[in-house]
């Protein structure tokens, strides 16, 4: 199975930008539709992004369209989520997850560990 390591969180101020990455390995990378999930306290977790396996086609959830970017590199194994203008909203643990449903937004089986963005003057 998959294995994926999430970094890049952290605190940040309102307006303020984070990248972050998540790393494969231990699986074909290249075949699994890649998305970010977040989960606040007391929230379930939710679908913020998503990429197709070659990376032609994205989704981005109507909260976060126009701030938010996700994007791969296959050669190195990475799916990235470039996050500006951010709002204390979007406070919450950030996870990726490997080999999602395409359309219905069902998580697969993989997720890594998670990474905390903090959004607060």
């Known amino acids: 199975q998959v294995q994926l390591v999430e970094s890049g969180g952290g605190l940040v101020q309102p307006g303020g930008s984070l990248r972050l990455s998540c790393a494969a390995s231990?699986?074909?990378?290249?075949?699994?539709?890649m998305g970010w999930y977040r989960q606040a306290p007391g929230n379930e977790r939710e679908l913020v992004a998503a990429i197709s396996n070659g990376g032609s086609t994205t989704k981005h959830v109507d909260s976060v369209r126009g701030r938010f970017t996700i994007s791969r590199d296959n050669a190195k194994k990475t799916v990235y989520l470039q996050m500006n203008s951010l709002k204390p909203e979007d406070t919450a643990v950030y996870y990726c997850?490997?080999?999602?449903?395409?359309?219905?937004?069902?998580?697969?089986?993989?997720w890594g560990q998670g990474t905390q963005v903090t959004v607060s003057p």
């Open positions: 997850n490997a080999g999602l449903t395409w359309g219905v937004w069902t998580p697969g089986p993989s």
């Open positions: 231990g699986g074909i990378f290249s075949i699994y539709a």
